[in-house]
C-alpha cells in the first residue's frame, strides 16, 4: 500500500511538472509571436528607409538588401545605355575614313638631284551626317582636309570614293566634304548610316564615352574612357581651341575628326587633338556636339567647290604674312593674313583692301594663314566677285571688323609667302 501511494505520488508529480511545464513553454512562444508581430513587423514596416541597422542579428538582412539594391541599379543602367560592343557595332557605319593627298615643297639635295614639290598622303576621320539632294555630307576638322590636292573617304564596306570640300572653319577647326550621291554605289548607301547628335551641354564629368576613328591610319578603332573634363582651352600650333571636353580615351593620329560617343551611340563631340608630351598620359579633346552642329549648319549649305585649273584660278593679289598665336600675343594683333602690299593683276580689284589690314574670313570662311586662303583660292576662278572680312586699324589704334568686296583676277605677279 505504501510502494501505491508513493507511485501514485510520483505520476502526480510528474502531470503537474508537465502542465506546468507546458503552459510555460506555450507562454514564450506566444510571446515570441507576439514580439515578432509587434517589433519585427515594425521592422518590416521601415524597410526600405532603413536599410542597414546597427544588430549584428540582422547582418544577413542587411545582406540581402543590399545585394538586391545593387541588382536593381544595375538593371537600371543597362536598360538606359548600351554596351561599348553594340555602340561600336551601331556606329562604325557612320564613321568614315579619311586620306588627304597633299604636296608640298621640299628643299635641298638628294642623290637624284634638286628636291622640289613632293607629294604625300596623311590619314583621318569623318562623320557622317546627312544628306542634300545630291550629296552626302561629312564632318571633320579642318586640320585634316587643309591644303589637300584630292581627298579619298573610305566606308565601312571597304570601297573608296572621291570627295571634295564644301565648306570650313579654321576657328573651331571644323569642315564638311561632300560626295555626290550619283557616284555612290548602291550597297554603299545600303550599308551607312547618319550620327544622331546628343547633348553634349548634359554630359557629366565620370560618364563613359566611346571614341571611334582611323587611328593612325590602319583603319577604325574603337577605344573608352570617360569625360575627364569640361570647357578647357588648349594650344596648338593653330592657336587656341576653346571649349572642348576632355577625356582619357585614347586618341592618337588618325583619330582626328572621328566620333565620340555617349552610352546611348549619340554623337556628343568630335575629336581633334590630343595633348602630346612624354610626362602626360590619357589627355584627349573633342569639340563639343553642340558647337559642331551650329557650325555644320551653316557649312552645309555652302556651294560644294572643286580645284580648278592652273590658268582659271583666281588672286587676290596681296604679299602678306601669317599672323600666328606667338605673333599675335607679342605684339596684342588679331591672327590671320596681314597685308603688307597690294599687287596688281589683270582683273584683279582688291582697292577696298588696305595695307595692314588682317585678314580673317574669305568667303565666309575663317583663315588664319596664308596656307589655307591660297588653298581656298584653288577653289575659285578668276572674275570671280567674293567678300573678304578684315580687322582694320582705327584712328584710336584699335582693330575694327570691316567686311569688303574684292573682285578676284589673274596672277602676273607670284603671292609672297614670307
Same mark, same amino acid.
Request: charged share 20%; aromatic share 6%.
Given at each position: 500500500?505504501? +510502494?501505491?501511494?508513493?507511485?501514485?505520488?510520483?505520476?502526480?508529480?510528474?502531470?503537474?511538472?508537465?502542465?506546468? /511545464?507546458?503552459?510555460?513553454?506555450?507562454?514564450?512562444?506566444?510571446?515570441?509571436?507576439?514580439? +515578432?508581430?509587434?517589433?519585427?513587423?515594425?521592422?518590416?514596416?521601415?524597410?526600405?528607409?532603413?536599410?542597414?541597422?546597427?544588430?549584428?542579428?540582422?547582418?544577413?538582412?542587411?545582406?540581402?538588401?543590399?545585394?538586391?539594391?545593387?541588382?536593381?541599379?544595375?538593371?537600371?543602367?543597362?536598360?538606359?545605355?548600351?554596351?561599348?560592343?553594340?555602340?561600336?557595332?551601331?556606329?562604325?557605319?557612320?564613321?568614315?575614313?579619311? %586620306? &588627304?593627298?597633299? +604636296?608640298?615643297?621640299?628643299?635641298?639635295?638628294?642623290?637624284?638631284?634638286?628636291?622640289?614639290?613632293?607629294?604625300?598622303? /596623311?590619314?583621318?576621320?569623318?562623320?557622317?551626317?546627312?544628306?542634300?539632294?545630291?550629296?552626302?555630307?561629312?564632318?571633320?576638322?579642318?586640320?585634316?582636309?587643309?591644303?589637300?590636292?584630292?581627298?579619298?573617304?573610305?566606308?565601312?564596306?571597304?570601297?573608296?570614293?572621291?570627295?571634295?570640300?564644301?565648306?570650313?572653319?579654321?576657328?573651331?577647326?571644323?569642315?564638311?566634304?561632300?560626295?555626290?550621291?550619283?557616284?555612290?554605289?548602291?550597297?554603299?548607301?545600303?550599308?551607312?548610316?547618319?550620327?544622331?547628335?546628343?547633348?553634349?551641354?548634359?554630359?557629366?564629368?565620370?560618364?563613359?564615352?566611346?571614341?571611334?576613328?582611323?587611328?593612325?591610319?590602319?583603319?577604325?578603332?574603337?577605344? %573608352?574612357?570617360?569625360?575627364?573634363?569640361?570647357? +578647357?582651352?588648349?594650344? %596648338?600650333?593653330?592657336?587656341?581651341?576653346?571649349?572642348?571636353?576632355?577625356?582619357?580615351?585614347?586618341?592618337?593620329?588618325?583619330?582626328?575628326?572621328?566620333?565620340?560617343? &555617349?552610352?546611348?551611340?549619340?554623337?556628343?563631340?568630335?575629336?581633334?587633338?590630343?595633348?602630346?608630351?612624354?610626362?602626360?598620359?590619357?589627355?584627349?579633346?573633342?569639340?563639343?556636339?553642340?558647337?559642331?552642329?551650329?557650325?555644320?549648319?551653316?557649312?552645309?549649305?555652302?556651294? %560644294?567647290?572643286?580645284?580648278?585649273?592652273?590658268?582659271?584660278?583666281?588672286?587676290?593679289?596681296?604679299?602678306?604674312?601669317?599672323?600666328?598665336?606667338?605673333?599675335?600675343?607679342?605684339?596684342?594683333?588679331?591672327?590671320?593674313?596681314?597685308?603688307?602690299?597690294?599687287?596688281?593683276?589683270?582683273?584683279?580689284? &582688291?582697292?577696298?583692301?588696305?595695307?595692314?589690314?588682317?585678314?580673317?574670313?574669305?568667303?565666309?570662311?575663317?583663315?588664319?594663314?596664308?596656307?589655307?586662303?591660297?588653298?581656298?583660292?584653288?577653289?575659285?576662278?578668276?572674275?570671280?566677285?567674293?567678300?573678304?572680312?578684315?580687322?582694320?586699324?582705327?584712328?584710336?589704334?584699335?582693330?575694327?571688323?570691316?567686311?569688303?568686296?574684292?573682285?578676284?583676277?589673274?596672277?602676273?605677279?607670284?603671292?609672297?609667302?614670307?
Amino acid at each position: 500500500m505504501n +510502494r501505491g501511494r508513493k507511485f501514485a505520488g510520483l505520476v502526480l508529480s510528474a502531470m503537474l511538472f508537465g502542465s506546468v /511545464a507546458g503552459g510555460t513553454m506555450l507562454g514564450v512562444n506566444a510571446l515570441s509571436a507576439q514580439y +515578432r508581430s509587434e517589433v519585427l513587423g515594425q521592422a518590416n514596416a521601415n524597410k526600405g528607409t532603413t536599410l542597414f541597422g546597427e544588430d549584428a542579428a540582422n547582418k544577413e538582412t542587411e545582406k540581402n538588401s543590399a545585394q538586391q539594391l545593387n541588382s536593381s541599379s544595375a538593371n537600371t543602367r543597362s536598360e538606359a545605355s548600351g554596351s561599348v560592343s553594340e555602340i561600336a557595332k551601331n556606329a562604325m557605319s557612320e564613321v568614315v575614313s579619311i %586620306t &588627304n593627298t597633299i +604636296r608640298y615643297q621640299q628643299y635641298g639635295y638628294s642623290i637624284f638631284g634638286q628636291s622640289g614639290e613632293q607629294e604625300a598622303a /596623311a590619314s583621318g576621320s569623318g562623320v557622317i551626317i546627312g544628306k542634300n539632294d545630291s550629296e552626302l555630307l561629312i564632318v571633320t576638322n579642318n586640320h585634316v582636309v587643309e591644303d589637300s590636292t584630292a581627298l579619298s573617304v573610305q566606308f565601312v564596306d571597304g570601297k573608296s570614293y572621291d570627295a571634295e570640300i564644301k565648306g570650313t572653319d579654321s576657328d573651331v577647326d571644323l569642315a564638311v566634304i561632300a560626295i555626290p550621291l550619283s557616284a555612290i554605289s548602291q550597297d554603299t548607301l545600303n550599308s551607312i548610316s547618319f550620327a544622331k547628335y546628343g547633348d553634349s551641354d548634359s554630359v557629366s564629368v565620370g560618364d563613359q564615352v566611346v571614341a571611334i576613328g582611323n587611328a593612325l591610319g590602319y583603319g577604325q578603332s574603337v577605344t %573608352t574612357g570617360i569625360i575627364s573634363a569640361k570647357n +578647357r582651352d588648349i594650344s %596648338t600650333e593653330g592657336g587656341t581651341e576653346s571649349g572642348l571636353l576632355q577625356t582619357d580615351a585614347a586618341i592618337n593620329p588618325g583619330n582626328s575628326g572621328g566620333a565620340l560617343l &555617349n552610352m546611348n551611340g549619340e554623337l556628343i563631340g568630335i575629336n581633334v587633338a590630343k595633348y602630346s608630351d612624354t610626362t602626360v598620359e590619357g589627355m584627349g579633346y573633342s569639340i563639343p556636339s553642340k558647337k559642331v552642329k551650329e557650325i555644320v549648319e551653316g557649312l552645309s549649305k555652302r556651294t %560644294t567647290r572643286a580645284k580648278v585649273s592652273q590658268e582659271e584660278k583666281g588672286y587676290i593679289g596681296i604679299q602678306g604674312k601669317t599672323v600666328d598665336s606667338s605673333i599675335s600675343e607679342a605684339y596684342n594683333m588679331p591672327q590671320g593674313i596681314y597685308i603688307f602690299k597690294l599687287l596688281t593683276g589683270e582683273g584683279i580689284d &582688291n582697292s577696298a583692301l588696305q595695307e595692314k589690314d588682317i585678314i580673317t574670313k574669305f568667303d565666309g570662311q575663317s583663315v588664319a594663314s596664308l596656307e589655307e586662303l591660297s588653298g581656298l583660292l584653288s577653289r575659285y576662278k578668276a572674275g570671280e566677285k567674293v567678300e573678304v572680312t578684315v580687322q582694320r586699324l582705327s584712328g584710336k589704334g584699335e582693330y575694327e571688323e570691316k567686311t569688303v568686296s574684292v573682285t578676284l583676277g589673274k596672277n602676273n605677279q607670284s603671292e609672297t609667302r614670307g
